[in-house]
């Protein structure tokens, strides 16, 4: 049998409890606790392996860590925000100071958009998206993938400069 605060494997075990939970232990460990009705009136009761099995799964599965944003979905700008924007409004024959004073907005800054040097705001992203008739936005469903496994994809490695 395994005490289940030491971890050491012994020939009996005892139920007591320590710290409000209930726990087969040892008979060194046992001090530590107060004993329960079972193991009071039958000191020494065996506990079975499957029991054991039993506990220690159920821990197991309990002490994993879990992801939380698998499976959710969030709403990202595309990748050439920038170009899409530039060729969408060439398309309909403006030039970029006409398209600023069409949609309210600062010459300068629909430049910087243009160049993929300032990502705009969502304010902003709908007001192109509805003078423009395109789409700048895309929804991303996050990984599902935790911890351990071989990326062949970008690591921290690629972005540490070696001399």
Do not use: H
Request: one cysteine or more; glycine letters at 12%.
């Amino acid at each position: 049998m395994i005490c289940e605060m030491c971890g050491k494997t012994v020939p009996q075990t005892r139920e007591v409890i320590v710290g409000g939970a209930r726990l087969n232990v040892c008979l060194n460990c046992a001090k530590f606790g107060e004993a329960t009705g079972a193991s009071a009136s039958r000191p020494g009761a065996p506990v079975t392996q499957a029991v054991i099995d039993q506990r220690l799964e159920r821990r197991e599965r309990r002490m994993q860590s879990k992801d939380i944003y698998v499976g959710t979905t969030t709403i990202e700008i595309v990748e050439d925000y920038g170009g899409v924007i530039r060729r969408a409004r060439e398309a309909k024959g403006m030039d970029l100071k006409t398209f600023a004073n069409e949609i309210q907005e600062k010459q300068g800054l629909l430049a910087k958009v243009e160049a993929n040097n300032q990502v705009p705001d969502d304010k902003l992203i709908k007001k192109i998206e509805k003078a423009l008739d395109i789409k700048l936005t895309e929804a991303v469903q996050s990984g599902g993938t935790m911890g351990g496994g071989r990326s062949d994809g970008m690591t921290l490695g690629n972005f540490i400069k070696r001399e």
